[in-house]
T-cell receptor
Framework: NAGVTQTPKFQVLKTGQSMTLQCAQD?????MYWYRQDPGMGLRLIYY???????DKGEVPNGYNVSRLNKREFSLRLESAAPSQTSVYFC???????????????FGSGTRLTVV | AQSVTQPDIHITVSEGASLELRCNYS??????LFWYVQSPGQGLQLLLK??????LVQGIKGFEAEFKRSQSSFNLRKPSVHWSDAAEYFC?????????????FGPGTSLSVIP
């Protein structure tokens, strides 16, 4: 089925460990996003990539890095995990830069990360 | 700064009852407006959207929403709730004037449905 695929679905890390969350979309979308979801705070944008080859910081980028590997893939890396990064992470994608405003996002099913 | 508020953190309704979820936004101009639904353990799914024209918009699963410019509101409604509607609902806005499509989400309203 077409959509956004995130791996892994669950992960437990020890403080200081690193990991990369993977995201891939097969809808030929130009823009991709990483959000984190915390109780009572809705979704907060970590990083986004408006198009292949570009990335920009969102609302809460500290402690994260991203790579837009190609048009399909957008990964999120935690270099030294901290308990404050315990959250559910969602990847999303959208179509044309401007037109996507009207169509909203397509979301992956999320990665539940716990840092102990 | 732009913001989205959903005044109700949690709502409980009986199956078959009507539903209204509130959403207010703070923007300099008319934004694009969205409602998303998130079932437990799932990602967000788009329910409906508004960007111009008729202020009453229809979405999937029998939902509708009404844009009221004077109240800066975009409330979600359903005439008869089904048990499967139990989920988290997010209102979102998108700035029409910036050069990138950054979406701002509200904090969400959790809906419980009593059989």
């Amino acid at each position: 089925n077409a959509g956004v695929t995130q791996t892994p679905k669950f992960q437990v890390l020890k403080t200081g460990q690193s990991m990369t969350l993977q995201c891939a979309q097969d809808m030929n979308h130009n823009s991709m996003y990483w959000y984190r979801q915390d109780p009572g705070m809705g979704l907060r944008l970590i990083y986004y990539s408006a198009s292949e080859g570009t990335t920009d910081k969102g609302e809460v980028p500290n402690g994260y890095n991203v790579s837009r590997l190609n048009k399909r893939e957008f990964s999120l890396r935690l270099e030294s995990a901290a308990p404050s990064q315990t959250s559910v992470y969602f990847c999303a994608s959208s179509d044309l830069w401007g037109a996507s405003k009207r169509n909203g996002y397509t979301f992956g099913s999320g990665t539940r990360l716990t840092v102990v | 700064a732009q913001s989205v508020t959903q005044p109700d953190i949690h709502i409980t309704v009986s199956e078959g009852a009507s539903l209204e979820l509130r959403c207010n936004y703070s923007y300099g101009a008319t934004p694009y407006l969205f409602w998303y639904v998130q079932s437990p353990g799932q990602g967000l799914q788009l329910l409906l959207k508004y960007f111009s024209g008729d202020t009453l918009v229809q979405g999937i699963k029998g939902f509708e929403a009404e844009f009221k410019r004077s109240q800066s509101s975009f409330n979600l409604r359903k005439p008869s709730v089904h048990w499967s509607d139990a989920a988290e609902y997010f209102c979102a806005v998108n700035n029409m004037k910036t050069s990138y499509d950054k979406v701002i989400f509200g904090p969400g309203t959790s809906l419980s449905v009593i059989p």
